[in-house]
């Protein structure tokens, strides 16, 4: 198993992120969400699957099941 850098792991994330976020806007039906909304949505999208990576693998100091 290969082991991905940091970086690579937060660049998947951010970008299934905004797979995430365009589900949401279509589950809405949104057509044309202003960018400080998508970028703050995106962000926070991105923080909570890093977080819940970082707690998965232990990266925060902690391990959750």
């Known amino acids: 198993v290969s082991r991905r850098?940091?970086?690579?792991v937060a660049a998947l994330l951010v970008h299934e992120a905004v797979h995430v976020?365009?589900?949401f806007c279509e589950d809405i039906g949104?057509?044309?969400?202003?960018?400080e909304f998508e970028a703050y949505?995106?962000?926070s999208i991105s923080y909570e699957?890093?977080?819940a990576y970082?707690?998965?693998t232990?990266?925060?100091g902690r391990r959750k099941n």
């Open 54 to 56: 970082a707690n998965k």
């Open 5 to 8: 850098s940091p970086v690579d």
């Open 49 to 51: 699957l890093m977080t």
């Open 41 to 43: 949505s995106i962000q």
């Open 58 to 60: 232990s990266l925060c």
């Open 21 to 23: 976020w365009q589900a």
């Open 30 to 35: 949104e057509k044309s969400p202003s960018d």
